[in-house]
C-alpha cells in the first residue's frame, strides 16, 4: 500500500484495526511509535547497485489501555513526517514486534489494514545461477501431439 492510498483510507475510518497474517488482530490500544523514511543503499549478490525507500510505521503495544490512535490523529503525524522527513509517495512497511521485530507489507480489505508476510527473495537470480522456477504442467493437459508410434516404439 502506497502512503496516499493509506491516507486516504483513514479519512472514512472511525477506528484503525490491524491484522496479522495469522488472523488475529493487533491489540487496540497500539500506539505507532516512529513514521518514517528509510532509504536503503546495497549491492545485490549479482554485483548490481540497488536503492529503496519506504516508508515505515513502527506499531507498538503499550500496557496503556485508555488511549486508542484515532485515524485523525494518525493523519496528523503522517502529514508533519512527509514536511520535516519529505516523504513521497511510497510504499509502506510495518514493524511489529512478534517473536523477533516483523516487517510487514500493509494492504487494506474495505475494514482492516492487513499486515502481510514479506518474504526474502534474490534479486539477481539470472546473474548469480539461480534456475528459474520451471512451469509445471499435467501430462493430461498436453495436446496428443507426440512422435510415438501406436506400436509404443516411441523414439
Known amino acids: 500500500m502506497k502512503l496516499s492510498e493509506l491516507k486516504l483510507v483513514l479519512l472514512k475510518l472511525e477506528i484503525i484495526e490491524f491484522k496479522l497474517p495469522n488472523k488475529e488482530f493487533v491489540p487496540k490500544h497500539f500506539h ?10 546495497f549491492i545485490d549478490c549479482g554485483g548490481n547497485l540497488r536503492n529503496e525507500e519506504i516508508v515505515n510505521f513502527q506499531l507498538w503495544n503499550a500496557n496503556d ?3 486508542r490512535l484515532h485515524p485523525k490523529r494518525l493523519l496528523k503525524i503522517i502529514k ?3 514536511k520535516i522527513l519529505k516523504i513521497d509517495d511510497l510504499d509502506i512497511e510495518v514493524e511489529y514486534q512478534a517473536e523477533s521485530i516483523s516487517k510487514f507489507a500493509l494492504d487494506f480489505d474495505g475494514k482492516n489494514f492487513l499486515l502481510k508476510s514479506k518474504q526474502t527473495d534474490c534479486l539477481s537470480k539470472d546473474n548469480c545461477g539461480i ?3 520451471i512451469q509445471k504442467i499435467k501430462l ?16
Open 32 to 41: 505507532i511509535t516512529e513514521v518514517g523514511k528509510i532509504t536503503k543503499n
Open 131 to 133: 534456475p528459474l522456477e
Open 140 to 155: 493430461s493437459d498436453l495436446n496428443n501431439q507426440s512422435s510415438c508410434s501406436t506400436l509404443g516404439t516411441c523414439c
Open 65 to 67: 489501555f485508555d488511549h
Open 80 to 82: 508533519l513526517s512527509e
